[in-house]
């Protein structure tokens, strides 16, 4: 049975004004494994609570909040407290009387005089408020609502599926999209009498546990969804060229010696280069497409090496900021890979996709992957399973057992495959490289192989609370760290350092813009900003000084890794793009050279990957992918934020069109 759309806001108040569930349990699941859970207790038709949480690594939310709706079902009152993701501190109120709403949170607080209806979205929310949301929009004039603090959103039906969960009646859930909260739609279900909000994705779902075992058909009907939302914005945003294609009057960087050449053309056709040299030397065919570089800074597409494709959204603003290539380091094993699909067949917009599979060992602190290991046959099993799906790189997690990292990395090297990870708990850097590990991921974990007689087990939050306590204690020129350097280089041990994680958490101010956003963050949608914010560690009392001199100290400790020729791959672990020209600043701001770093995002990432051969540079016979930029950032790195045309594999893209039609003001 389906209810159409007109009638459902009719349905929705009956069920506001009947009596309606006293208690609602829902599951969190995470990959696969239930990672905690909400309880929503309806006390009658208009007032809600609801108890949250999580447990994601020893990260996770922590949520108590009630609030009460009107007959529109907008929110009146609103209060919440506890914690967030990284275990800072919460406290949010809201309420309205009157036409005078006021709220207050630890990233802002206001009071404004509303005309008519508007809904205030909370900054660290139960999911069920979502669904609060939805249920309002749905009953909304043309189901739309301003919201607060800014902004507006907007719903709107997408199919519908009906779930036949053992022992219970079947569940019909509709699909809605909301638009105005992020870049992208938003997904919600609910069912046909708006009593059961469901939201999923390959990272973080909540539902009702007996839906637990339908989660993947409600999972393949978002991704129908997605993907065909998708290929409409793809379809917008590349440009196709007819002929050959050929740039000119182009300042060319070369990584391979770090020279800029001025007055120089470069030849495409198809999705390769044919032809790089002097201006003059290179003649325009009658089917060419003349780019006039203008004297603008022509360079290879960058690298980011540490990226996680879960939505529609990070592969659009990867190209919009000239990240031709990257490398996802842990995903779902579904979903996943047909989303890498869609970017080499072009019809979702992103880079070439380098991929790394995850394993972890069991238990409480496991990361969220279906890929647990606790033998060395299962290890080796999910190598395989890797091996035959394409990757390049097997990810080792912080729970597998010490004793598993040895047989990981002689199965992966078998199979021609790289091995990287987190340090496993109960185990140094040191160890983790003898035992046959390639790469190191987060440069935390370099920092903790010096505190391991205090710090063994960094599953946890210690990994991040134990270095933002003691990295500034560090003596760079004592033996032990030279030790550990040399041991990296005689290993040729490569770094994936993702610094800006660590100046985000170490910047004690968790409602601060995350560093490197400030003027990023301006551009984006009014709601997608708060998102933007460092989420910062809670800093302990005393502890003010060391939090606030660690981050420097690991960009010092960074220089000497670099010096001492230890190679490092620039990846972000973080907002896709924008975040990775601000690793690259970072890098600068340590003491390394501008082009030097240029190299790094290009020509080293490639060969870490091995791909040279087709990318990293450009000359001829490599594929067509590179960018032009306002600028020269081996003068000025920050020049690199002003990314102005991107190619990849012959095709064009222009990234303010991309910015726009992700809601995000393009850069002037």
């Keep these: 049975m389906r209810i159409h759309d007109t009638l459902l806001p009719a349905v929705l108040l009956a069920a506001a004004a009947s009596a309606a569930p006293t208690r609602q349990e829902s599951a969190i699941i995470m990959h696969g494994v239930q990672a905690g859970s909400q309880t929503i207790t309806v006390g009658d038709a208009r007032t809600t609570r609801a108890a949250y949480s999580f447990n994601d690594r020893g990260r996770g939310d922590s949520i108590r909040a009630s609030w009460t709706v009107d007959a529109a079902g907008v929110p009146t009152k609103y209060s919440a ?26 990233v802002e607080h206001g009071a404004r005089s509303l005309p008519g209806q508007a809904f205030y979205v909370p900054v660290t929310a139960p999911p069920e408020f979502l669904g609060v949301l939805a249920r309002a929009l749905l009953r909304a004039p043309d189901r739309r609502l301003p919201l607060l603090p800014a902004g507006e959103a907007r719903i709107e039906a997408s199919g519908s599926v009906t779930l036949q969960p053992p022992g ?19 997904p919600v279900w609910l069912d046909d009498h708006g009593d059961v909000a469901v939201t999923a994705s390959s990272w973080f779902s909540v539902l009702p546990a007996a839906y637990a075992g339908s989660l993947g058909l409600l999972l393949d009907a978002q991704e129908a969804t997605d993907s065909a939302w998708a290929l409409q914005v793809a379809r917008g945003q590349t440009h196709v060229p007819a002929g050959d294609v050929l740039i000119q009057h182009a300042r060319l960087f070369d990584p391979r010696d770090l020279s800029v050449a001025p007055h120089t053309s470069v030849l495409v056709r198809g999705d390769r280069i044919v032809r790089v040299g002097p201006d003059a030397s290179l003649a325009a065919g009658n089917a060419t ?6 004297g603008r800074f022509l360079m290879p597409g960058l690298w980011d090496n540490h990226q996680h494709f879960d939505d529609g959204t990070t592969g659009a603003l990867d190209l919009a900021n000239g990240v031709t290539s990257s490398r996802d380091m842990a995903n779902d094993t579904d979903g996943f890979l047909r989303r890498v699909e869609r970017f080499d067949a072009d019809t979702e917009l992103g880079p070439r996709v380098f991929r790394a599979g995850i394993i972890d060992g069991p238990g409480p ?64 850097a040191r160890q983790f490289v003898e035992a046959g590990a390639d790469e190191i991921q987060h440069l935390n974990f370099i920092v903790l192989n010096f505190l391991f007689d205090t710090v063994k087990d960094t599953r946890g939050m210690s990994r991040f609370t134990a270095v933002a306590s003691h990295a500034r204690d560090l003596d760079l020129d004592g033996a032990e760290v030279r030790d550990l350097i040399a041991l990296l280089v005689h290993h040729h041990t490569v770094l994936d350092p993702t610094m800006n994680v ?14 490197g956003l400030e003027s990023v963050a301006p551009r984006f949608p009014p709601q997608t ?21 660690s981050f420097p100290a690991m960009r010092r400790l960074l220089k000497s890794l670099h010096d001492a020729g230890v190679t490092i791959i620039p990846g972000t672990d973080a907002l ?6 601000h690793e690259l600043e970072i890098y600068v701001q340590a003491g390394i050279p501008p082009a030097e770093v240029l190299r790094m995002a290009t020509l080293t990432s490639a060969r870490v990957t091995g791909v040279d051969h087709d990318r990293g540079v450009i000359t001829a016979g490599r594929q067509a992918d590179m960018i032009l930029v306002d600028g020269d950032p081996t003068v000025d790195i920050g020049d690199i934020r002003r990314v102005s045309w991107v190619m990849k594999g012959g095709k064009t893209y222009d990234p303010g069109r991309i910015e726009r039609a992700f809601g995000i003001v393009a850069r002037q």
């Design 168 to 186: 219970t009646p079947a569940a019909h859930l509709t699909q809605y999209r909301i638009t105005g909260l992020e870049t992208r739609p938003t």
């Design 529 to 549: 900003r708060r998102a933007l914010l460092s989420g910062a560690l809670a800093v302990p009392v005393g502890q003010q000084s060391a939090y606030r001199e």
């Design 81 to 106: 407290s506890g914690n967030d993701y990284m275990k800072a501190p919460v406290t949010e109120s809201f309420s309205r009387s009157g036409a005078v709403a006021t709220w207050r949170n630890r």
């Design 502 to 515: 660590f100046e985000s958490l170490f910047c004690g101010d968790p409602a601060a813009v995350t560093p």
């Design 576 to 581: 896709a793009g924008y975040m990775l020209h």
């Design 365 to 428: 602190l496991a990361g969220p992957t279906k890929m647990i290991a606790d033998s060395a046959a299962t290890a080796i099993q999910h190598v395989d399973w890797y091996a035959d799906h394409g990757y390049g790189q097997v990810k080792i997690y912080s729970s597998i057992a010490p004793e598993l990292v040895p047989v990981i990395a002689d199965a992966a090297h078998a199979r021609g495959l790289r091995v990287s990870g987190h340090v496993p708990a109960f185990m140094t």
């Design 289 to 294: 497409e003349i780019v006039d570089a203008g």
